[in-house]
């Protein structure tokens, strides 16, 4: 059931790199990982595929862009996944990393492509055959924002960037905050019948049923809980819980059999509106329904002898770090309001969110940081970008699903999940993501010939 | 004798800004000085000048930054001088800021740059009528590089930078080490007969002399040093200073009397070459020349009653701040051979530079950084930007000088100092930098028109 992907053999590779690269009171360095395979590389008219890891082990994320293998002999690519700062092995200040905010003052986006700025020219310079090659970022999700904002900040490094399911605009009022939701809902309204509304009507149902005396005690039994439901907090975590659990189906809605976030079938939306299809039906029956549910996404293996509710995806990600993120630079509004979305209506409350960080971090977001960083909306001026959005996906409400200039480039998938045209090519991949794909494939090998053009010229 | 400038009435005001961008850790805000005047600016079609300060108080910038004043009126144009942090009133920690690597910790480029960015858009948010209106990001110097900077890292809060003498590749092995020391002999040289040879024989005059019983003493008397020379070491200290003074004179070289390091005549290497006329004299003699030659620097107000060894330039410049970037990022290797220039022997050593670095500010400077962050030679894929050099400032050695691409714009100015062309325009002005300055307001405008062309079509 499990789908182990083999690749080529790939080096696993240490960079020595300054903790702090925006200060010099530190002079504190920290090993990065990063992983290279340089099976097809050619020296001749080659390149360089360099994958911006985002917010997990780097060998997850290598295993899952299977896009980069795939056109590695097209290519005549070296291909490179340099793994983020705090997180895999990749910690600077090993077990101390997340102790406190002093210790994880180093994780931004800034330093984050600080390092990959560093390893590129290291790379350059002692790779033999490499300095004189184009280098294209890749990277999806936060590592396709970071793909995009690598291009935009050390264009001298990277010719282009391909930032697939980018959210970059999901930051402050650059996109509605309900948008997210609305998008998850259309996905589970277009796989079933009544589907969608089942699930708004199903948190009524957790409510009365909760209100009830033995309510908690039955609904631990029914979802087969690992850990039961003791007190009202509880069902808001169970409520959160499987709200999240939805989002991630829509985002891993993949053509067929996979295991990113967790092991699922194909087209696992459709898989979970098979429970959903009667919206009128008695509470009890509306959460063993929801059990059901739940156990395409959590039990697909059907080795699962209970449910826990404080887990929704791989350990692979590294949900302290990137919960450390999202009180900081990473403030990604989300909201919903229970019609237009089959959510329970949750307004965004900066403050709220801002003191919860403080508790947690002893840290304040800044919400409005990274659109003065990066430009928000306003991003005309760059060049050879492709962001690439899954139509299914929830994220691709935060991204450029329209081209900015006939260099900024959007592709949308209609079918597709979230980064879809990152993993490896799929017998039932719609055509969609194989037209992509080329398309993508096209475009990166223009950014390639334009570098050797202007290489030739300069000599 | 003092030149005054009376600048149509600016505001000054304070800016609330964060002490570190990068980290969240520290939640420390501090006070930004910034001028203002919108006497010339027009809501309808005008524009914002903003000079992105350099390490000195702003107040002085402003004061020799006639330029943008002179054109105001012409570009509808709003005129903005921010301060540098760690300079002028602009101090993170007060009294402080300076007391340790602790404390100096937040003076950056890219901590200054994120200063400006800050304030522009709350510049934008909080003034009606400055919301859709062009920013433009001048500056000289350092400024200079800064603004080109700024351009390359947030092109969407400027739609151009003027980067006059900005010497963005004196950093690493961009450029030779001794191209700036060369640019200085060769404005001597062509300042007077024998004056830069008889410059290159100064040195072994005062060698020899120092070697000498009384010489210590006799020089100190010559040269009316405020304190005499008492060891050998401060033998070696004089003549660093001598070097110095030499150099800001080749920098500051104006058509006209000015004051910007110090009060000094119309073209003053000329008059310093006055007095070096002659390079076969005898030492005394050689000496007594260079204290002629000094007080053309030094004393043109003829009130000076003996010549301070440890100061060279004005008293607005932070030379505390600047050590430190230079100690730290800001490193740009110069060097000296004595014979393609007329100063001792003196080669690039970085080991000893880091030494020093470390015995003084307790860090060590990362050299390559400046190059990896802003892209060293290759930065092609900007826009908008005027590099402006005057050939007889030795820092342009380090800019550039040609242009790079059709909106990456190279001037020459010939007859040209230390960017000459961000001076007030005066009637002894080479018709070269009027020139100039032409050619700069044109492209200014083109790309404000620009702007709103861009912003009708979005409308």
């Given at each position: 059931m499990d789908i182990i992907i083999i690749y080529l053999p790939h080096t696993n590779c240490l960079f020595y790199l300054m903790?702090?690269?925006?200060?010099?009171?530190?002079d504190r360095t920290f090993k990065q990982r990063y992983l290279i395979a340089d099976?097809?590389?050619?020296?001749?008219?080659g390149s360089i595929l360099f994958y911006t890891g985002n917010e997990g082990d780097i060998i997850w994320f290598c295993n899952n862009t299977g896009f980069m293998w795939d056109i590695a002999e097209e290519m005549k690519a070296m291909l490179v996944f340099a793994e983020h700062r705090y997180y895999g092995e990749s910690l600077?200040?090993?077990?101390?990393?997340?102790?406190?905010s002093r210790h994880l003052n180093f994780l931004t986006t800034e330093q984050a492509l600080a390092d990959f700025a560093k390893l590129i020219r290291y790379l350059k310079r002692t790779i033999?055959?490499?300095?004189?090659q184009p280098v294209i970022a890749l990277g999806g999700s936060y590592g396709g924002m970071l793909a995009a904002w690598f291009r935009m900040k050390y264009p001298h490094l990277v010719v282009g960037a391909l930032a697939?399911?980018?959210?970059?605009?999901?930051?402050?009022?650059?996109?509605?905050?309900d948008i997210f939701m609305k998008i998850v809902t259309t996905d589970f309204s277009q796989s079933g019948p009544n589907c969608s509304e089942s699930i708004r009507r199903s948190w009524d149902a957790i409510n009365r049923l909760a209100k009830k005396g033995p309510g908690l005690r039955w609904l631990s039994e029914a979802l087969h809980l690992c850990t039961p439901l003791t007190k009202s907090q509880d069902v808001q975590r169970l409520k959160d819980w499987i709200s999240e659990t939805w989002v991630n189906v829509a985002m891993v809605d993949y053509p067929y059999e996979s295991n990113f976030l967790q092991p699922l079938p194909a087209w696992p939306v459709k898989v979970v509106c098979q429970y959903f299809?009667?919206?009128?039906?008695p509470d009890t029956v509306m959460v063993q329904n929801i059990f059901q549910a739940l156990n395409v996404y959590y039990n697909y293996s059907g080795q699962a002898k209970c449910l826990n509710v404080s887990e929704t995806a791989t350990?692979?990600?590294?949900v302290l770090g990137w919960s450390y993120q999202a009180c900081t630079e990473m403030v990604m509004p989300t909201c919903s309001?229970?019609?237009?979305?089959?959510?329970?209506p949750h307004s965004w409350n900066m403050k709220e969110y801002s003191d919860d960080c403080f508790k947690q971090w002893g840290v304040r977001p800044r919400p409005s940081w990274i659109p003065t960083m990066y430009g928000g909306k306003n991003i005309?001026?760059?060049?050879?970008i492709i962001f690439s959005n899954g139509e299914?996906?929830?994220w691709s409400g935060g991204?450029?699903?329209?081209?900015?200039?006939d260099t900024l480039l959007a592709i949308v998938i209609p079918n597709?999940?979230?980064?879809?045209?990152?993993?490896a090519s799929n017998a039932l991949d719609p055509v969609s993501v194989q037209l992509t794909r080329s398309l993508e494939v096209k475009y990166m090998k223009q950014w390639i010939s334009d570098f050797y053009v202007r290489l030739r010229k300069m000599n």
């Open positions: 903790v702090d690269h925006f200060g010099f009171n530190i099976n097809y590389w050619k020296e001749d008219g600077p200040f090993g077990a101390d990393s997340f102790s406190d033999p055959g490499a300095r004189n697939s399911s980018a959210p970059i605009w999901q930051f402050n009022d650059l996109v509605p905050c299809k009667y919206s009128n039906v350990s692979s990600l590294g309001d229970g019609v237009d979305d089959m959510f329970e005309s001026s760059h060049t050879n299914l996906d929830p991204g450029v699903t329209k081209d900015i200039t597709g999940a979230h980064h879809l045209d990152l993993r």
